[in-house]
Nanobody
Framework: QVQLVESGGGLVQAGGSLRLSCAAS????????MGWYRQAPGKQRELVAV???????NYADSVKGRFTISRDNAENTMYLQMNSLKPEDTAVYYC????????????WGQGTQVTVSS
């Protein structure tokens, strides 16, 4: 089992920045890829960025050049630095981790609200 707790969400004006954190606990030794997803009202949950255990990253086109995903394996924490925020970035942001040895499962945090005002 892996537990994920997000923090760092809030209200920010367009053009501003926020840094989200995701702290992992439990069976952290088997965590592989981690990622951030978001879900806006009335829309499906979508991928924002992912990072492998080795540090390889991938981003949604809508956030490339503005968001940076990183992870500190020693601290069991993942981050999402969000710059140049836009109103369309408003959503609940969820932390995701894929973990397991023989069977890989996906784990989710409870989500943190990010609201960008125009």
């Amino acid at each position: 089992q892996v537990q994920l707790v997000e923090s760092g969400g809030g209200l920010v004006q367009a053009g501003g920045s926020l840094r989200l954190s995701c702290a992992a606990s439990g069976s952290i030794f088997s965590i592989k890829d981690m990622g951030w997803y978001r879900q806006a009202p009335g829309k499906q949950r979508e991928l924002v960025a992912v990072i492998s255990s080795g540090g390889s990253t991938n981003y949604a086109d809508s956030v490339k050049g503005r968001f940076t995903i990183s992870r500190d394996n020693a601290e069991n924490t993942m981050y999402l630095q969000m710059n140049s925020l836009k109103p369309e970035d408003t959503a609940v942001y969820y932390c995701n981790a894929k973990s397991g040895v023989l069977v890989v499962r996906a784990y989710w945090g409870q989500g943190t609200q990010v609201t960008v005002s125009s």
